[in-house]
């Protein structure tokens, strides 16, 4: 139960900073892209070490099929690489950003089928949540807008949307299952 408390509250700070981020996206786009490279490297070394931490503490027949290692080595490679070559990141963050939203869509995708297996009312706010979250993602990945500042305010409103809807589906799951 602890390892939910604590996984929840990184999801709540994770969302509240891709909030304030998106928000300082879209009010002042000419913001330093370079520095949003290197705290979106930032942001992602959290659940990357979250994910690693709570491998290690699980007992192996706990998680047999999941995939925390690979998870967390994923997210703190790219952290990593974000905060080394900023550079190199810029020019492919909104394709990068549009598959991590995409990803993060899929698996609250999926969270919205578990929970209407399960019988909850609500089920289908989240399924919804999931396929806004999705076309937001592949707007991003097919990048239609060419104009820096464009791209700029649309990954700001990507990320805005995407915090919120994280935040509001880890409030419906914390009320749905109790926790």
């Not at 990945?141 to 994280?166: C, D, E, H, K, Q």
């Amino acid at each position: 139960m602890e390892y939910i408390k604590k996984s929840k509250i990184a999801i709540i700070a994770m969302s509240i900073l891709f909030i304030t981020l998106g928000i300082i996206l879209i009010a002042r786009p000419e913001f330093s892209v370079l520095a949003i490279c290197r705290l979106f490297g930032a942001i992602i070394l959290i659940p990357g070490i979250i994910k690693i931490i709570g491998f290690f503490r699980k007992a192996a027949y706990e998680d047999m099929l999941g995939f925390d290692l690979v998870y967390g080595l994923f997210f703190i490679l790219l952290g990593i690489f974000m905060l080394i070559a900023p550079k190199a990141v810029v020019s492919a963050f909104p394709l990068m950003l549009g598959i991590v939203i995409i990803i993060d869509s899929i698996l609250r995708l999926q969270l919205s089928i578990n929970l209407k297996r399960l019988q909850h009312e609500k089920w289908w706010v989240h399924l919804c949540f999931a396929l806004i979250t999705a076309v937001l993602g592949i707007l991003l990945v097919f990048n239609p807008f060419t104009g820096s500042v464009i791209m700029t305010r649309l990954i700001g409103i990507a990320l805005t949307i995407s915090g919120v809807v994280n935040l509001l589906g880890i409030i419906y799951i914390s009320r749905a299952l109790k926790w």
